[in-house]
């Protein structure tokens, strides 16, 4: 079945630690690609998009992720994250195909040690 | 703009009671998603709209569920009769067709279901 996968469900990290969060999708043909974040109690807010061009995108609060077309992958990441980092976050995908639905990936929770 | 606006923010009704919940999506924008996010399953997307046509209402979970566009500024989830499993966080949101359309979504409503 098409859809979007998130493998990690939850990540654990300490200040300052690297981050990579996985995004893959089953979708063949053009797709738009999005990274949501869900802070705690709070809706969902966007942290980046890819439509097209350069592959690698830069969002909001130093985010950033690389689209590979050939692994159908858009992983999500952070060089040095901080407390206030600890969210949902989710991704998320159009396909073309799809008369604009919105397709997200079942989220991973990130958690933050001081 | 002041964003999509859901109303009420939270709701505690008791068992076989209706529900409405209300959304106004960002105006000018063509689509209307309606998602459900819950512990055990995530955030699911229940039914959308198009110009206010439902376009897909697959993932609507039984006929206690409906959901009606009547203008482009005004949607409601209704449920009834409501049942304890249908305590939830309901988010309403909007965007933009596909080639433009990140999701903007509301603060959600918390329906807890007694």
């Known amino acids: 079945a098409q859809s979007v996968s998130q493998h990690n469900h939850h990540v654990i990290l300490s200040e300052a630690a690297s981050l990579e969060l996985g995004c893959n999708y089953s979708y063949g043909g053009t797709v738009n690609l999005f990274w949501y974040v869900q802070y705690p109690g709070q809706h969902l807010q966007l942290l980046l998009k890819?439509?097209?061009?350069?592959?690698l995108v830069k969002g909001i609060k130093g985010f950033e992720a690389e689209f590979i077309k050939s692994k159908f992958s858009f992983n999500l990441r952070k060089p040095s994250v901080q407390w206030s980092d600890t969210a949902e976050y989710f991704c998320?995908?159009?396909?073309?195909?799809?008369?604009?639905?919105?397709?997200f990936g079942s989220g991973t929770r990130l958690s933050i040690r001081p | 703009d002041a964003g999509v606006i859901q109303s009420p923010r939270h709701e505690v009704t008791e068992m076989g009671q209706e529900v409405t919940l209300r959304c106004k999506p960002i105006?000018?924008?063509?689509?209307l998603f309606w998602y459900r996010q819950t512990m055990m399953r995530g955030l699911e997307l229940l039914i959308y709209f198009n110009n206010n046509v439902p376009i897909d209402d697959s993932g609507m979970p039984e006929d206690r569920f409906s959901a009606k566009m009547p203008n482009a500024s005004f949607s409601t989830l209704k449920i009834q009769p409501s049942e304890p499993r249908d305590s939830a966080v309901y988010f309403c949101?909007?965007?933009?067709?596909?080639?433009?359309?990140?999701?903007?979504f509301g603060q959600g409503t918390r329906l807890t279901v007694v």
């Open positions: 890819y439509f097209s061009g350069d592959p």
């Open positions: 105006s000018g924008h063509d689509y």
């Open positions: 998320a995908v159009i396909p073309y195909s799809s008369a604009s639905k919105i397709i």
């Open positions: 949101a909007s965007s933009l067709p596909g080639s433009l359309g990140e999701a903007f």
